[in-house]
C-alpha cells in the first residue's frame, strides 16, 4: 500500500481549472476539458490532459470550484487516484471510473491514453506515485 506517495513537482506545469457545474473532480484523476471547464475522464479514449491535485465540486450555479491540474508531457510525479485492480511499480497507467489503473500496451484496437508510469505498487482506493511525463497514445486494452 502507497500510504505516503512519492511526490515531485518541481518542474511541473501546473495550471488552476474550473470544474465544471454540478460536477465534482476527485484528487488524483485525470480530467479533460468540457467546454472551457474540466471534468473527470470517462473512458481510456478520452483525450485528457493532465492529473488533479486537488479535488472540486461545482454546485449548479453560482462559483465554480477552483482546482489545480499538473499537465501530461512535463516531468513531474504526481499523486494519483488508484482504482479497482490496483497498480504495479513501473507498469503504465491508464483511465479507470474510480482512477488509474495498470495498462496493457500493444494488441487490441482501442486507442489508449497512457497516463505515465507508476513508480510504486498500490491497491484500490490508495494515492501512489504517477511519473506524469510519459503520457502518449497506443494501442491496447
Not at 453560482?62 to 501530461?72: C, D, H, M, P, S
Not at 516531468?75 to 513501473?90: I, N, Q, R, S, W
Amino acid at each position: 500500500m502507497a500510504e505516503r506517495p512519492l511526490k515531485n513537482l518541481k518542474r511541473a506545469y501546473i495550471r488552476e481549472h474550473s470544474v465544471k457545474f454540478s460536477t465534482t473532480v476527485r484528487k488524483g484523476t485525470a480530467v479533460k476539458n468540457d467546454s472551457g471547464d474540466v471534468v473527470e475522464g470517462a473512458a481510456v479514449g478520452d483525450n485528457t490532459f493532465g492529473i488533479a491535485l486537488d479535488a472540486g465540486t461545482s454546485g449548479a450555479s453560482g462559483t465554480k470550484a477552483k482546482i489545480r491540474v499538473a499537465y501530461f508531457g512535463h516531468p513531474a510525479v504526481v499523486e494519483a487516484l488508484v482504482g479497482t485492480g490496483g497498480c504495479t511499480a513501473f507498469a503504465t497507467a491508464k483511465y479507470a471510473s474510480d482512477g488509474c489503473i495498470d495498462a496493457t500496451v500493444g494488441g487490441g484496437n482501442t486507442k489508449l491514453r497512457l497516463f505515465g508510469q507508476w513508480l510504486e505498487t498500490g491497491v484500490v482506493g490508495d494515492y501512489a506515485a504517477l511519473n506524469i511525463a510519459q503520457a502518449a497514445f497506443t494501442v491496447g486494452s
